[in-house]
């Protein structure tokens, strides 16, 4: 089993890797079942002595793969093909795989629950506004794009309207074609076979 030693603190100080896992696991579900909260991630990180964002981050991984996992009802033999590619000891992907088996239902009842909950796409308009002076500057030219999102939850339709400049968007845009591009690489389908 590895362990985590921070170099500015005592030697006393060690974690056994597993015990970490075991409580990030733990910090997990309760995230599934109250939502995230950052005191618990802070809690964490102060008795690892680690950045929040690290226990954080390990949290979400977590809660994701247990997600995804049980969305799909993988067998025992495509979590533990999942897991193993983390590079984790045998002992510790035991440890999730035990996690999985056990809050399996519970994960997908949650799970449910948030899908019926959540609103969903139906429509988007959007249009290109410029400033092109103002009283202070006489020659200027301020690109603004609006979008207005419309959603439906059940019977219940709404709309969002969203304002950005097209630096910012075309940020979101490059983001989501990484993500997409990540999707398509042969570790990512490896794992989503698995999932599936």
Same mark, same amino acid.
């Given at each position: 089993?590895? %362990? %985590? ?9 060690? =974690?056994?890797?597993?015990?970490? %896992?075991?409580? =990030? ?38 809660? =994701? /793969? ?28 035991? =440890?999730? $795989? ?9 994960? *997908? ?18 249009? /290109?506004?410029?400033? $092109? ?10 690109? !603004? ?6 959603? @439906? ?6 709309? *969002?309207?969203?304002? !950005?400049?097209? *630096? @910012? ?5 490059? @983001? $989501?074609? &990484?993500?997409? &591009?990540? %999707?398509? !690489?042969?570790? @990512?389908?490896?794992? $989503?076979?698995?999932?599936?």
């Amino acid at each position: 089993t590895g %362990v %985590v030693i921070d170099s500015d603190h005592k030697p006393e100080q060690v =974690f056994c890797f597993s015990s970490v %896992v075991e409580e =990030f696991g733990h910090i997990a579900l309760e995230s599934l079942r109250r939502g995230s909260s950052p005191k618990i991630y802070e809690s964490a990180a102060k008795k690892l002595f680690v950045p929040m964002e690290m226990v954080q981050h390990g949290v979400e991984g977590l809660v =994701f /793969l247990l997600m995804e996992s049980s969305k799909h009802m993988i067998s025992e033999v495509n979590f533990l093909d999942c897991v193993l590619v983390l590079g984790f000891s045998e002992e510790v992907n035991r =440890f999730l $795989l035990k996690l999985y088996q056990e809050h399996q239902g519970q994960i *997908r009842t949650i799970m449910k629950q948030l899908i019926c909950s959540q609103p969903t796409y139906q429509n988007l308009e959007w249009r /290109l506004d410029v400033q $092109l002076a103002s009283r202070l500057l006489r020659q200027q030219i301020v690109p !603004t794009v609006v979008t207005r999102l419309f959603l @439906t939850s059940g019977t219940d339709s709404s709309s *969002r309207v969203l304002q !950005t400049d097209p *630096r @910012t968007l075309l940020h979101i845009i490059y @983001t $989501l074609e &990484a993500a997409l &591009a990540a %999707v398509k !690489t042969s570790h @990512t389908r490896r794992i $989503l076979r698995n999932i599936k």
